[in-house]
Antibody
Framework: QVQLVQSGAEVVKPGASVKVSCKAS????????ISWLRQAPGQGLEWLGWISPYNGNTNYAQKLQGRVTMTTDTSTSTAYMDLRSLRSDDTAVYYC?????????WGQGTLVTVSS | DIQMSQSPSSLSASVGDSVTITCRAS??????LAWYQQRPGKAPKSLIY???SLHSGVPSKFSGSGSGTDFTLTISSLQPEDFATYYCQQYNTYPPTFGQGTKVEIK
């Protein structure tokens, strides 16, 4: 079955960077896009961007342009999201999701806490 | 960006009840509408895509309808595991956007 397994929780200082991984299994990795989303404490869902493992094409949310980079490693079926210049309002649970038409399978989430 | 609004923001219901959640888009999105269920502390789970098509493995107690700007999710015969937060999401136009969520609580 399709499974997305994310890396563990992170505590980072303001201004630092974080890299979250998402390892896929149960399907052919480069045939579906991967999106990253986040959910701040007690809040709703926010889409951050998308990457095609097939050709590396990306599409980022405008509010994160310049701070986020999404990559994939097809040899290990793993997607990565790198977020830089972190601020307190970046504190959230970050999810990866497989993209068919919709977000049809999700990782378990990675809590990123930005705190000094 | 397309704005998605859900109503109500929360509702209380009893086991066995049926409930309906409404989602409205700020512009015509055709049937490019999905619904997700999120239980506390868990990742969202896909329920419905294309406004009314059930995701594989989702029980038929969940049903979706609508097109254009107005959509509904109906859950029949509520069971304890159905008490969760439900989100609608449009995928007609980038960026994909979500409603603010509807929390279904036990009365």
């Amino acid at each position: 079955q399709v499974q997305l397994v994310q890396s563990g929780a992170e505590v980072v200082k303001p201004g630092a960077s974080v890299k979250v991984s998402c390892k896929a299994s149960g399907y052919t990795f480069n045939t579906y896009g991967i999106s990253w989303l986040r959910q701040a404490p007690g809040q709703g869902l926010e889409w951050l961007g998308w990457i095609s493992p097939y050709n590396g094409n990306t599409n980022y949310a405008q509010k994160l342009q310049g701070r986020v980079t999404m990559t994939t490693d097809t040899s290990t079926s793993t997607a990565y999201m790198d977020l830089r210049s972190l601020r307190s309002d970046d504190t959230a649970v970050y999810y990866c999701a497989r993209v068919g038409d919709v977000f049809d399978s999700w990782g378990q989430g990675t809590l990123v806490t930005v705190s000094s | 960006d397309i704005q998605m609004s859900q109503s109500p923001s929360s509702l209380s219901a009893s086991v066995g009840d049926s409930v309906t959640i409404t989602c409205r888009a700020s512009q015509d999105i055709g049937i490019s509408l999905a619904w997700y269920q999120q239980r506390p502390g868990k990742a969202p789970k896909s329920l419905i895509y294309a406004a009314s098509s059930l995701h594989s493995g989702v029980p038929s107690k969940f049903s979706g309808s609508g097109s254009g700007t107005d959509f509904t999710l109906t859950i029949s015969s509520l069971q304890p595991e159905d008490f969760a937060t439900y989100y609608c999401q449009q995928y007609n136009t980038y960026p994909p956007t979500f409603g603010q969520g509807t929390k279904v609580e036990i009365k």
